[in-house]
């Protein structure tokens, strides 16, 4: 009985130390603020929610037609975007830094373009 | 000593075709991966040949899933004991090919990371959207009926649990038909008759399968299947595969003379190259005139392995019928403005070509594999071997016709 | 071409929102971020059931060998080939040349989604990715599409095309991405802007009319009233929203 109360709590001191033991071991992300300045919402509000803020926008923009809401993909990368690569993603990108620390996977740059400065759509509509 | 020389190379023996069968799906899964990783540039398929081999091998299996459970019904639904035997086996290779069939499917799909979305997002209106409750409803029913069937205190429910099963898998063959069959879109789709035409294909392509693991099962432990049993399950293939004949004949005439697709049918049966060839060579040649004389022509039919054979053979011409029905139907241009010549540079009027690729046919193999490995090892651990009370199939009278 | 939309009612907004109001705050406060500008603006209505988004075609104006549409699409959607087969390759928009094999005559047109307001491409997708907008626009939602490729199945216009290998030159407003399906989507982010699609803006010929078909006032609306025209495979009863003329 003895020895299972001390396997036990050998048990549980290593579930414990082990999560302290990686955090401690992996480098801390790098995040920059390349714009200082005010956010939609306060950072902490952001770290915590920034991913449903742009799954509700993105449903009502895509599904109904919904724009120039609050929360904007495209406003998060030209205000967030690395000023030396221009870029959300890749070496200190600015999503990617915490999204790899975290190891959550990051589905929005498949398809939207990371890299703030791109040429706007709107503009393109070639005259002839 | 000698008997357990004997057991001992058997035990060997088991492992390396399990092993064998295990990395053919490893393969198949890192074929998957790699597809996943480069896109579909890797594959023969295009803009026009939409779905390519992947697809003709999951829907063989998928369709020969629902086929194979036929031997359970007639045991369970239609009372014959003979078949009664062979519901457990029945019930496990159906559940191991509409796995594999599953698998290769969803690992086809351009975002097969997102199969949760396939699973959480429904559109009623979808065919596709059905068979995503059908298939999860066939694992439930099938498996509790392979569980009334093994487990002696559950055993007073197998009866209806096999009509379930028996009507599931029905609806299951319907739905899978139907994923062609209201495509408007295409010459070759778009008929009543291919929701019953998948049906019967079942039948045939499912007893061709159960009859080749029943063989290889009974060759493994040195047995052979009594001449009675023989004669009754090969007649039963026989009439399936004329069976499936007839539909494919009344699927074509119907396109010939009902929808006027006459310049789809020319290419597909007679000017199409590797449609034709498939057709009349696989299909019809050694998937259906074949198989039919060596399980009826006595002389045949006498000679050791000749069921084996033409079982085998209807699993050919299912392959090639497959082909020129999934393939074929994509290759020939969607008639946008009958009677018109149209050219473009995204290729409208022209004849596709498609010549799948090796990651492609290594994840439908992968598929292959699969089943193959869980029926191994299924059939293995647990008592699915048909066991045939030959004095009680007396009795009943079963042997006598 | 007419302007149907209730410009108070949708706004402008990016881009668009700095050019009108956005000058003017910005001139009373120099030192303002983009930013801050987007979100003192109010989002928009969104598409509304009462407009149904459509095209006339005018293909006795369209010259055989044009395509300023097809390079207008591109340019404005960011499609910029790399795959070596062109089979891959996505085009949202084609120039089909047709010859009536009876008597020789000619044409050509162009050819996108026809934005049916019964789309097989909506019946048979299983996830609901393929969607019709309340204003009729016929979109791919990328965010739930797992790439079955059953909408390339069911189209009768062949206007769908399957992304085959990874993308990096998309533009900001038009995301599209690897393992995903695509078609032509009306312009929509300039449609929402007020502006028309691209491909009708580029056509040389004036060939191309975008308007609201509801609407009796606007110029197709108008023209549909008065003139011939003919939807391409009117047999299978698609209602839909792009109309030709001369074929």
Known sequence: MALMKQALVGFAAVLLLAPALAVAGAPKPTVKIENPGQCIAPAEEMRRNHMDMLK????????QGIRGEKASLNECISCHASKSSGSVTGKDGFCQECHSYAAVKLDCWDCHQPKAGQKHAGAAGAKP | MQLEQNSRTEELLFYVLAAAGGLVTVVGLAAALFMEHSGHVVTGMNNQVVWGMPHVFAIFLIVAASGVLNVASIGSVFGKVMYKARAPLSGLLALVMLAAGLMVIMLDLGRADRLVVAMTHFNPSSVFGWNVILYPGFFAIVG??????????????????GLAAFIWRLLLTTGTGSIFGFLVARQAYQSAVIAPMFIIMSFAWGLAVFMIVQKSMFAWNGMTVHPAIRQRMKN?????????????????????????QTAFEQFILLSGGIFPTLFWGGYVFLGTIVPLLLLYVPDLNKIRGSVFLAALLVIVGAFSLLYVFII?????????????????????GKIDSYSPSL??????????????TATAVGVRVL???????????ENCGHMLD | MNEPQDKSRRGFIGTAAVGTAGLGIAALAPGLHLIQVSQADTPTQGASSTVRWGMLIDTTKCASGCDACVKACNTENGIVETVKDARQGAQWIRKIELKDPKNGREHSLPMMCQHCANPPCVDVCPTGASMKRADGIVLVDRHICIGCRYCMMACPYKARSFVHQPLTEQNPEVPRGLGCVESCTFCVQRVDKGLKPACAEACPEGAMTFGDLNDPNSEIAQRLAREASTQVRADLKLNTGVRYQGI
């Open chain 2, 328 to 348: 074929g139907g994509q290759v020939y241009p969607l008639d946008i403005f009958p009677g018109m010549q149209v050219s473009s540079s995204f290729f409208d």
């Open chain 2, 236 to 260: 039963l293939l026989g009439t399936f595969v004329a069976a499936v004949f007839y539909f494919v004949l009344v699927y074509h005439l119907t396109n010939i003379y009902f929808a006027k």
């Open chain 2, 359 to 372: 990651p492609e046919i290594l994840l439908g193999l992968g598929g292959f594999g699969l089943a193959f």
């Open chain 2, 144 to 161: 509790l009926y392979l569980w009334t069937l093994m487990d002696r205190k559950m055993n007073p429910y197998y009866k209806p649990a």
């Open chain 2, 383 to 393: 008592k699915f071997m048909p066991q045939d009370d030959i004095a009680k199939l």
């Open chain 1, 56 to 63: 509700h926008q993105r449903d009502r923009t895509m599904r």
